[in-house]
């Protein structure tokens, strides 16, 4: 009697907590009955960013065999800190901003990234178009959305903390190239990026010299 | 369409390269090397798909198969065509997995499985097509510069002239076995729209109205093909069994052409017939689902509005109002942001919503302290990030395409997080306070989604359904300050299986976690308890609830769904120990016919991918042109009749292209200079070159308006969008012409000149920002305007300007006004042709291809005669009413349907030569058109318009002009 007792206030107690199992319903919660045979378990793709192709298709395009003629270029390529930035994506995103490829044209930008002000700021601000808005060398760019706009991308926050940013924006072939129109066409494309970042570049504009 | 997107997102980038991986069934093209991950995969997923399709369909491609990676939009989508190439569309981007409308299972295989099966069934042929493709060296595109294209593409392609419930159905249908069952003939959204009609008593459409009102005044407006479509394909199969449905779908031998006729020689009866047959056994299906439901005690929504609300998004309550937000989107009305007063049911809209969502409508959060809803617009292309003040009602966009939904407002900061769809991969984003920025915090590996997000009140936690390629889906649970240091590291609260866990949000107190899902066969409502961690069924619903919302008090409201949309309700909190499973029809169906089950494909990766590859590098499209077609056409020059031929050439992606229409009239009363015609039309890209030597046209065969010319005339035409924010763009388009040899003006058939050679240099700037609210057969609301300029020189210079402004509001059930306003000056010569505007008449032909609604154009004036009034400067105001359309549900068979008829109203003044007071003149008119939308051979658009208008000049002197027109395509 006791034991039935208890058995009936088990099932009572069972009953009142009825809730879904970690793997299926209980109690009387039912469970639809429907045919699930996954046919695919792993996706079997390549990594996301790897081109192979389209980087050959790069490096073989009329684009790139005029750029490996233009002794800008070829002054670029040599350059370690260009070689070096490079290898981070940023610098990459950064090439395909309109906005920054207009401010590098500005003499006062290779200036103020040069200043011993905005080094500071870099390190030690969040928000760098606030930390330097009341700087004097930053003073032709404060009505500028598009500088607004510059100073708060990760991108460029990143790009300039590598110590070799400084002097590429002040280097003239940088300058040179950020106009070139083929240079233009080719950074739009990531895997240029990625071609100069894994000295596939380098080694296609050796060939185009031998 | 496919062709203005592309080149739109070329223009932003200049014209992107093109690359191209083959293998022996596919050639992939693709434009951004942050796709080329997927190319493989994609290639042997169709490998995979094309083997099965060979056997099962005794199919065998006409051509290689052309597919596009794409990133256009930020929800996945795939599409396919076969005329007059093979060839599919991929979006890449993951899928929105709103409601559980999709499967989660891995994307490419799927789209591949789907749209493999619609190159299946438009491209199979037997003997007698693949005759007729010999013959006209391929697969005629139906063009309505040469309608007789039509019934050779039907002659070439029949199977592509069926409805589009056939090809959806059959489609779905299929995808759902050749999965393993993760398809939407086993879906839970499908399952209950089915079961929701029954329980409301509602029309279920018959198989003319489905495509008649039934894909454009529903809400769920086109998605209501695939749902009835696959619906009936399963009855079909569980009524005659999978051997007579693929016997029916197939192209064989000895088959009728249609399948219409198809139908009824398979199966003994029409198709008309076996639809009412199966929505009478739909219903008794679905009755004995919900007697299985009312077995126990049923959940009993409170509701909170009479109306339904069609589709909403995740929805907040402020108190201070005592209102609902949220984004709705519903027959008739624009898609906006909306409040519910809880008190009175009133639906207030606050905000439009521009491009919105079809299911979820916008990614919504709401800020309970700055009193600020963040939303999502542009939901079907790049989404934007907005903000709306709901106490001065102020909006703005925050910033332009961030790719980023799945909004939830963290109140413990302020910032927002959210979920981005890029190159194919879901990140997860933070978007601090002021919103400026966006910050990745995690990028998921491909195909593993994450969706419907929350964060906790105390801002420490980020919960969300979190998806992998197998379709497994998992309620999972974040640590925000993990998740800001690049640590994704996730909590599994619930395993759900192959059950989507829908919009799970915190209640206000942190404690639990309610959303809803299709566990038990219907969308019920669940509670996820931290302390306990258990997860409760908190409702027995018939149809189904969504979108729970835990309010402070402890209450709840969440969304019911029924067969007009979802309508809020207030709905019990209490755990239920007692709740039935429903049947599925899919399940019924394979339970009938176990060897469904041998449709299940292996997995893509049993494609070896050794030597799979047969070609890569780039893309060129000039290097890709082909002939595409080539056949007889019938023209019209002036009064008289020829014959010829016409050939058209293009790119795979028709980048590149010519047609070439070539004809002779043997009239002997022409002069035998003007008995020969050449036209060519050439498009690369962006870049148009047109040329003609005596213009001939199919349409001047018919009515009085005439486009044939004498001469010759070479013309090259630059277009581009200065912004394309669809639907608002801008595009500047330049032109330079020369003519020779006229005897009548380019532009104005009765305006004659003696004129040897002619200059024409045109320059147009557009303007349109339209749109229609769901129902539309127009656009109903905005603003368009246009500034033109033209140049003809003749050994003089005769300038002209003119433009136009038009602006449409919407009124109730689909009705609109609008003001049309248009103005011009021309300059040079006073007495010479060229220096006049003219205008006068409708302008439609009896037989026409041009726009039906033709008085609204400003060298249109309805009632007077065709360039009947000339004028050196003119202006004009147009006022025009369209009345609310009239569908019709059974008016026609399936091959020829009248869709819906229309009425319109106006009335307008045209004051000429303003600027000269002696020449000063002045008219109006008032009339009216009928247009009735007729759809031939299944699939192809025509327009009867009829009309009448009178005019009156200032002497009072009256003339009035009827119009009848049939609008090919």
Partial sequence: MIGSGLIAAGVLVYFSNAHIGSDKTQGAIGQRDVYRDGQVASADVATPGSAPVATTAILESSDFKALAKNPAFQELMRYDAFNGLMRHAELGVLLRDMNFRAAIQDVHFAELVNSASFQVALRTHQDLFVALKSDLAFKAFTNSHNMEAIFRSEAFRSAALDKSFDRLMNLEAFRSMTKNDAFDRMVSDASFARALESGSAAQAMARLHE | ?969
């Avoid at chain 2, 963040?374 to 903000?387: A, E, S």
Wanted: charged share 20%; glycine share 8%; with cysteine.
């Fill in chain 2, 1 to 969: 369409m496919f062709c203005s997107l592309f080149c739109a997102s070329a223009f932003s980038a200049g014209h992107p390269k093109i690359f191209l991986q083959s293998s022996k069934h596919i050639e992939v093209l693709y434009y951004s090397p942050a796709h080329e991950y997927l190319v493989t995969h994609l290639i042997r997923s169709y490998e995979n798909a094309l083997n099965f399709e060979l056997n099962l369909f005794h199919f065998t491609p006409s051509q290689k198969l052309t597919v596009l990676l794409e990133d256009f939009g930020d929800y996945g989508h795939g599409a396919a065509g076969t005329v007059p190439s093979n060839f599919i569309d991929v979006g890449i981007a993951p899928f929105s997995y709103t409601y559980e409308t999709l499967p989660a299972n891995e994307r490419m295989t799927w789209i591949m499985n789907h749209e493999s099966i619609h190159i299946v069934m438009g491209d199979n042929a037997n003997s007698a097509d693949r005759r007729y493709r010999s013959l006209f060296f391929g697969k005629v595109v139906p063009t309505d510069d040469d309608p007789i294209s039509i019934f050779y593409s039907s002659l070439t392609s029949p199977r592509h002239y069926a409805t589009r419930w056939f090809h959806e159905g059959i489609a779905t249908f299929m995808e759902t076995w050749m999965a393993g069952g993760l398809g939407r003939a086993m879906g839970g959204w499908d399952e209950m729209v089915f079961r929701t009609m029954v329980h409301d008593d509602a029309y279920i459409y018959d198989v003319v109205g489905l495509e008649s009102e039934g894909t454009s005044a529903d809400f769920q407006s086109g998605a209501n093909s695939y749902l009835y479509g696959t619906r009936f394909m399963t009855w079909l199969c569980y009524t005659y069994g999978p051997g007579k449905l693929l016997e029916w779908i197939t192209r064989s031998e000895n088959s009728k052409r249609y399948f219409g006729s198809r139908f009824k020689q398979v199966y003994g009866i029409g198709m008309d017939e076996a639809w009412k047959m199966w929505i009478a056994d739909e219903r008794k299906f679905q009755v004995a689902n919900l007697t299985e439901i009312r077995k126990y005690p049923v959940t009993q929504p409170q509701r909170l509005t009479t109306g339904t609300l069609g589709s909403v998004s995740r929805s907040y309550f402020d108190p201070k109002d005592n209102v609902i937000y949220a984004g709705i989107r519903y027959p008739a009305h624009m898609a906006s942001v909306a409040a519910i007063h809880m008190d009175t049911g009133k639906i207030e809209e606050l905000k439009d919503i521009k491009g919105p969502g079809l299911y979820y409508v916008t990614s919504l959060a709401w800020d309970p302290r700055g009193r600020k809803l963040y939303y999502t617009t542009d939901n079907n292309d790049l989404r934007d990030l907005n903000v709306y003040d709901v106490d001065t009602h102020h909006s703005a966009r925050l910033l332009k395409d961030i790719r980023t939904g799945d909004l939830a407002f963290d109140a413990a900061d302020g910032s927002l997080w959210g979920v981005r769809h890029n190159n194919g991969l879901s990140t997860i984003v933070e978007i601090p306070a002021p919103y400026k920025e966006t910050k990745t915090s995690h990028d998921f590996e491909y195909g593993t989604d994450l969706f419907d997000i929350d964060v906790s009140p105390d801002g420490q936690y980020l919960t969300g359904a979190i998806t992998d390629v197998s379709g497994r889906q998992k309620l999972v649970r974040f640590r925000i300050d993990a998740l800001r240091k690049g640590d994704a590291t996730f909590e599994t609260l619930y395993d759900f299986d192959y059950n989507s866990p829908g919009n799970f949000v915190y209640s206000p107190d942190g404690r639990y976690l309610y959303g809803s899902s299709y566990q038990t066969g219907a969308s019920n409502l669940f509670r996820y308890d931290f302390e306990t961690k258990k997860m409760d069924v908190i409702s027995n619903a018939e149809t189904g609830l969504f979108r729970p919302l835990p309010l402070a008090d402890g209450s709840l409201i969440a969304f019911e769904y029924t067969s007009k949309g979802f309508v809020p309700a207030r709905v019990p909190t209490k755990a239920l120990t007692d709740v039935n499973a429903v049947t599925y029809f899919g399940q019924a169906t394979l339970n009938k016919y176990p060897e469904l089950r041998g449709w299940k494909l292996p997995p893509p990766s049993s494609i070896s991918s050794e030597n799979l590859v047969t070609e890569s590098g780039s893309y060129k499209p000039l290097q890709n042109v082909r002939l595409i077609s080539a056949y007889p056409i019938v023209q019209g020059y002036k009064s008289t009749a020829g014959v010829g031929m016409r050939a058209e050439f293009a790119d795979k992606l028709r980048l590149v292209g010519v047609n070439i229409d070539g004809s002779f009239s043997p009239d002997p009363s022409l002069p035998s200079i003007e008995r020969a015609h050449i036209s060519f039309d050439a498009h690369m890209w962006d870049w148009k070159l047109s040329g003609y030597y005596n213009y001939a046209d199919f349409y001047d065969l018919f009515g009085p308006t005439k486009v044939s010319r004498k001469g010759e005339s070479l013309r090259l035409s630059h277009s581009q969008y200065l912004i394309y924010d669809t639907p608002r763009t801008l595009s500047f388009e330049w032109n330079v012409a020369g003519y020779s040899d006229l005897d009548r003006l380019p532009e104005y058939q009765n305006v004659t000149t003696n004129v040897h050679d002619l200059g024409e240099a045109n320059v147009m700037l557009k303007y349109s920002n339209l749109a229609r609210a769901q129902g539309a057969v127009d656009d109903e609301t905005g603003v368009t305007w246009g500034l033109f300029s033209r140049l003809y020189y003749s050994h003089t210079a005769f300038p002209r300007v003119w433009g136009n402004y038009d602006r449409g509001f919407l009124l109730p059930h689909n009705s609109a006004f609008w003001l049309r306003t248009s103005a011009g000056k021309s300059l040079g010569d006073f007495n010479s042709p060229f220096a006049s505007f003219y205008m006068g008449a409708f302008g439609n032909n009896y037989i026409d291809h041009g726009t039906i609604d033709r008085y609204r154009d400003y060298y249109s004036f309805p009632g007077v005669g065709i360039d009947a009034i000339s004028a050196r400067s003119f202006g004009k105001l147009l006022g025009e009413y369209n009345l609310p359309p009239k569908r019709f549900r059974e008016l026609g068979t399936t091959w020829a349907y009248v869709n819906w008829a229309r009425l319109t109203l106006f009335s307008s003044g045209l004051l000429t030569n303003f600027t000269s007071t002696p020449g000063r003149d002045y008219f109006v008119n008032v009339g009216t058109q009928l247009d009735f939308r007729i759809v031939l051979f299944t699939y192809l658009n025509a327009t009867l318009s009829s009309g009448y208008a009178a005019a009156a000049d200032h002497d009072g002197h009256v003339t009035g002009e009827y119009m009848v027109s049939l609008r090919i395509l």
